[in-house]
């Protein structure tokens, strides 16, 4: 609960902000947010909405202004997208994707992989703990 009780606020600070609203952000900070797409989307299969998000803005603005970025896992995390995963693989035939990539990068990205998004970039971040969203 802690980690999406985090996600929660960070979307919410970042997503939910416009530059015409006062706000503690620097001004850069603003600026770049004209640059960022958010949007969330509910789906029963969240790892394949992803890839076919991503090949639908690669189509429209070109793989070189695309940049995704993804978290590694939520410790402790109660659901687990490794049965999608795994379809994803053994349907494109990526017998080279196996389950240390996913260990390695987190499901999502393996999915970006497998998925063959050519992005100019996927970014994977985790953080080491939530300690500092503590109130």
Same mark, same amino acid.
Request: aromatic residues 2%; contains cysteine; hydrophobic residues 45%.
């Given at each position: 609960?802690? !980690? ?20 503690? /952000?620097?001004? *850069? ?9 958010? !949007? %969330?989307? !509910? !789906? ?5 909405? $992803?890839? *076919? ?5 690669? &189509? ?8 995704? $970025? ?5 410790? /402790?995390?109660? %659901?687990?997208?490794?049965? %999608? ?6 349907? #494109? ?9 996913? #260990?390695?990068?987190? %499901?999502? &990205? ?13 970014? $994977?971040? *985790?953080? &080491?703990?939530?300690?500092? /969203?503590?109130?």
């Amino acid at each position: 609960m802690a !980690s999406e009780t985090a996600d929660n606020i960070l979307w919410s600070k970042y997503a939910n902000h416009t530059v015409k609203t006062a706000s503690p /952000l620097p001004s *850069q900070v603003r600026t770049a947010l004209w640059r960022v797409r958010f !949007s %969330e989307v !509910s !789906s029963p299969v969240p790892l394949r909405s $992803v890839i *076919q998000r991503a090949s639908t803005d690669i &189509a429209g603005i070109g793989d070189a202004s695309l940049l995704i $970025v993804t978290g590694r896992s939520r410790r /402790l995390a109660a %659901e687990s997208h490794r049965a %999608e995963l795994d379809s994803i693989i053994a349907e #494109r035939g990526h017998t080279s994707i196996n389950g240390d990539v996913a #260990r390695t990068v987190g %499901e999502v &990205a393996a999915g970006l992989i497998a998925g063959a998004i050519n992005a100019s970039g996927i970014l $994977v971040v *985790q953080a &080491a703990h939530c300690s500092s /969203l503590k109130s």
